[in-house]
Nanobody, 131 residues
Framework: QVQLVESGGGSVQAGGSLRLSCTASGYTVKNGCMAWFRQAPGKEREGVATILTNDGSTYYADSVKGRFTISQDNTKNTVTLQMDSLKSEDSAMYYC????????????????????????WGQGTQVTVSS
């Protein structure tokens, strides 16, 4: 059984940083694609960043490029999202996701996970940025 568990959310002032972690069990991080999504109240869920874990290639939403960094730690079966220069509009529930099928690129992972049905999701971790 696949489980994705997020941690690291919290409250921070604008301009600050947070580091989110997603630890997978029953799913081998190094052989797939992992992603971070977020959803703010009243808004649709949106992709934030993805990483193709067999080669480390990444893809970012335009809104977070240059501020967020996704990375992996295969020894811990964990993917992290380092969030710097946080803005109030980054406030949302952040979810970790992984496909239950093969994905060949980080950009395709970003595009397909929001629409596919065979996707594993974590329970989410709240990020609140105050201005």
């Amino acid at each position: 059984q696949v489980q994705l568990v997020e941690s690291g959310g919290g409250s921070v002032q604008a301009g600050g940083s947070l580091r989110l972690s997603c630890t997978a069990s029953g799913y081998t991080v190094k052989n797939g694609c992992m992603a971070w999504f977020r959803q703010a109240p009243g808004k649709e869920r949106e992709g934030v960043a993805t990483i193709l874990t067999n080669d480390g290639s990444t893809y970012y939403a335009d809104s977070v490029k240059g501020r967020f960094t996704i990375s992996q730690d295969n020894t811990k079966n964990t993917v992290t999202l380092q969030m710097d220069s946080l803005k109030s509009e980054d406030s949302a529930m952040y979810y970790c996701a992984a496909p239950g099928f093969f994905v060949s690129s980080a950009s395709y992972c970003y595009a397909i996970l929001s629409r596919a049905t065979n996707v594993y999701w974590g329970q989410g971790t709240q990020v609140t940025v105050s201005s």
